[in-house]
């Protein structure tokens, strides 16, 4: 077992064992993964002022950082271990190699330091102060905020080691063992690599958290109640599942109609239409014109990187003929790129602009407070945006695990041009632009921006070809 292992572990034993054990042919490449490693050694290398080298020599140089070491050892009397400590930081001390010794030290996205980083270290030192003959009382956590790096330390104690220990132990027997269980936190799942392989065996065993709405808890309440499965979950009749729930002084009740819909709706594969109530002006309000908007964030640098808009005169148009205009923001030069944004918003002052999740609209309003705009021109220029996630929801429930951008317009027949393609991926170009400068990145990334508006686009059309069947 390695650090990688434990790292998996704290996170979801499954993921453990099928790193360790599982068919890489049926492992997915992560952009998060990646994203990951290059953020850490970009903050590493700035961090050590570029003196960071791998490997064995770069210890016995006495370098102020040493990557890329692995480090075999027994923790127990018959357990092999392996650490791959993230950053070696060179300091004060006494070891093999002269009067320095190393710390470990991990990368930590975000503000919060979990567990997976305490482990990390304790693991790494537990290797490492036999390898470098010293002991070792602290390690390092090593983050940006506002791009400035920041180290928090953390110290070594007994108790994290002994838990650490035991962790380790776990891991060894689940490891050794036969394959876990898919985690009850299905949230968990999203950037994890093992996914797709996960996904389709929850499928085929009816899990309850495939159902777009149902958590860890809900299931549990649910299976507590003799529901397990999402076949027995759409047997029920709305009322019975009311019934059977009622004592519970629970709003997660009045959902039960819902989920009784859902499991329905993605057992069967048919949709089901809730009401038109949402849509009814829908048609008369961009019948004389729409754009469709859509954003490329780097959300760690609160950076909008891309913002695309597509111009349809008219509905039905053949997608050949519709424009779309992408505003690149490469220097995250908030006033000029406003500035265009405004520009083309106000081009067709009365036109509607479509949009799929909040995200869009809320960027809009920043941009108005940030040009100080007045309430309000704040007001109705936020007015014009129509979210089709919140509208699509309101009126169907339909044959599907959630309700993102991909997986209803994949369910609707639309392709995006580049194969495997996600927000993360896009992100991980935007990331491989900055380091390369080298512009396939950035034509990779406006291609799946303007897909994202030919999506969205797909999703309005159902909406208005629906609501006028059921006219
Ligand atoms: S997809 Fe979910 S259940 Fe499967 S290994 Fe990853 S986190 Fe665990």
Same mark, same amino acid.
């Given at each position: 077992?390695?650090?990688?292992?434990?790292?998996?572990?704290?996170?979801?034993?499954?993921?453990?064992?099928?790193?360790?054990? %599982?068919?890489?042919?049926?492992?997915?490449?992560?952009?998060?993964? +990646?994203?990951?490693?290059?953020?850490?050694?970009?903050?590493?290398?700035?961090?050590?002022?570029?003196?960071?080298?791998?490997?064995?020599?770069?210890?016995?140089?006495?370098?102020?950082?040493?990557?890329?070491?692995?480090?075999? %050892?027994?923790? $127990?009397? /018959?357990?092999?271990?392996?650490?791959?400590?993230?950053?070696?930081?060179?300091?004060?001390?006494?070891?093999?190699?002269? &009067?320095?010794?190393?710390?470990?030290?991990?990368?930590?996205?975000?503000?919060?330091?979990?567990?997976?980083?305490?482990?990390?270290?304790?693991?790494?030192?537990?290797?490492?102060?036999?390898?470098?003959?010293?002991?070792?009382?602290?390690?390092?956590?090593?983050?940006?905020?506002?791009?400035?790096?920041?180290?928090?330390?953390?110290?070594?104690?007994?108790?994290?080691?002994?838990?650490?220990?035991?962790?380790?132990?776990?891991?060894?027997?689940?490891?050794?063992?036969?394959?876990?269980?898919?985690?009850?936190?299905? #949230?968990?799942?999203?950037?994890?690599?093992? &996914?797709? $392989?996960?996904?389709?065996?929850?499928?085929?065993?009816?899990?309850?958290?495939?159902?777009? %709405?149902?958590?860890?808890?809900?299931?549990?309440?649910?299976?507590? /109640?003799?529901?397990?499965?999402?076949?027995?979950?759409?047997?029920?009749?709305?009322?019975?599942?009311?019934?059977?729930?009622?004592?519970?002084?629970?709003?997660?009740?009045?959902?039960?109609?819902? $989920?009784?819909?859902?499991? &329905?709706?993605?057992?069967?594969?048919?949709?089901?239409?809730?009401?038109?109530?949402?849509?009814?002006?829908?048609?008369? #309000?961009?019948?004389?014109?729409?754009?469709?908007?859509?954003?490329?964030?780097?959300?760690?640098?609160?950076?909008? =990187?891309?913002?695309?808009?597509?111009?349809?005169?008219?509905?039905?148009?053949?997608?050949?003929?519709?424009?779309?205009?992408?505003?690149?923001?490469?220097?995250?030069?908030?006033?000029?790129?406003?500035?265009?944004?405004?520009?083309?918003?106000?081009?067709?002052?009365?036109?509607?602009?479509?949009?799929?999740?909040?995200?869009?609209?809320?960027?809009?309003?920043?941009?108005?407070?940030?040009?100080? =705009?007045?309430?309000?021109?704040?007001?109705?220029?936020?007015?014009?945006?129509?979210?089709?996630?919140?509208?699509?929801?309101?009126?169907?429930?339909?044959?599907?695990?959630?309700?993102?951008?991909?997986?209803?317009? /994949?369910?609707?027949?639309?392709?995006?041009?580049?194969?495997?393609?996600?927000?993360?991926?896009?992100?991980?170009?935007?990331?491989?632009?900055?380091?390369?400068?080298?512009?396939? =990145?950035?034509?990779?990334?406006?291609?799946?921006?303007?897909?994202?508006?030919?999506?969205?686009?797909?999703? +309005?059309?159902?909406?208005?070809? /629906?609501?006028?069947?059921?006219?």
């Amino acid at each position: 077992m390695n650090s990688l292992h434990l790292k998996s572990f704290t996170r979801c034993k499954r993921k453990a064992w099928l790193d360790f054990k %599982g068919k890489k042919s049926f492992e997915v490449w992560s952009p998060h993964k +990646a994203i990951d490693k290059i953020n850490q050694f970009q903050i590493f290398s700035e961090f050590c002022n570029g003196e960071i080298y791998s490997g064995l020599k770069a210890c016995e140089n006495g370098y102020q950082g040493v990557i890329g070491l692995k480090i075999k %050892g027994n923790l $127990f009397q /018959n357990i092999n271990a392996e650490i791959l400590p993230q950053l070696l930081l060179k300091t004060t001390g006494k070891s093999k190699w002269g &009067q320095y010794k190393y710390l470990p030290a991990v990368y930590k996205l975000g503000h919060k330091t979990t567990k997976e980083h305490l482990f990390d270290l304790a693991f790494s030192s537990m290797l490492l102060e036999p390898f470098q003959e010293t002991k070792i009382d602290k390690g390092l956590v090593i983050s940006t905020f506002y791009k400035k790096v920041k180290v928090e330390e953390i110290y070594l104690n007994k108790k994290l080691r002994k838990k650490v220990l035991n962790v380790l132990l776990n891991l060894n027997e689940c490891l050794e063992g036969s394959i876990p269980e898919i985690t009850q936190d299905r #949230k968990k799942c999203t950037i994890c690599s093992w &996914q797709k $392989f996960c996904d389709k065996e929850a499928k085929e065993n009816g899990y309850l958290t495939d159902i777009d %709405g149902i958590g860890y808890k809900t299931a549990s309440l649910l299976k507590e /109640n003799g529901i397990t499965n999402t076949q027995t979950l759409a047997s029920y009749s709305e009322k019975q599942l009311e019934e059977k729930l009622s004592k519970f002084k629970d709003q997660r009740y009045e959902k039960a109609s819902i $989920f009784v819909k859902q499991a &329905q709706a993605y057992i069967s594969g048919k949709p089901y239409f809730i009401s038109n109530k949402n849509t009814e002006d829908l048609l008369e #309000k961009i019948c004389s014109g729409f754009y469709i908007f859509d954003i490329e964030s780097n959300p760690d640098d609160k950076h909008d =990187f891309l913002y695309g808009f597509l111009k349809i005169n008219k509905l039905f148009t053949k997608k050949e003929d519709l424009i779309y205009k992408p505003f690149l923001n490469l220097k995250n030069n908030k006033g000029e790129s406003y500035r265009k944004i405004v520009e083309i918003l106000f081009s067709q002052k009365e036109w509607p602009v479509l949009h799929y999740g909040e995200t869009e609209k809320i960027a809009i309003i920043n941009i108005a407070k940030n040009l100080n =705009f007045s309430i309000e021109e704040i007001d109705s220029l936020a007015s014009r945006f129509i979210d089709l996630h919140t509208l699509i929801r309101k009126s169907w429930i339909l044959p599907l695990k959630n309700y993102s951008l991909k997986t209803v317009s /994949n369910w609707l027949g639309f392709e995006w041009t580049q194969k495997n393609v996600s927000g993360s991926k896009a992100l991980y170009w935007w990331i491989q632009y900055q380091i390369t400068e080298n512009e396939i =990145f950035l034509k990779k990334i406006i291609l799946y921006n303007k897909d994202d508006c030919m999506a969205t686009l797909q999703i +309005a059309e159902y909406l208005i070809k /629906n609501q006028l069947k059921k006219n």
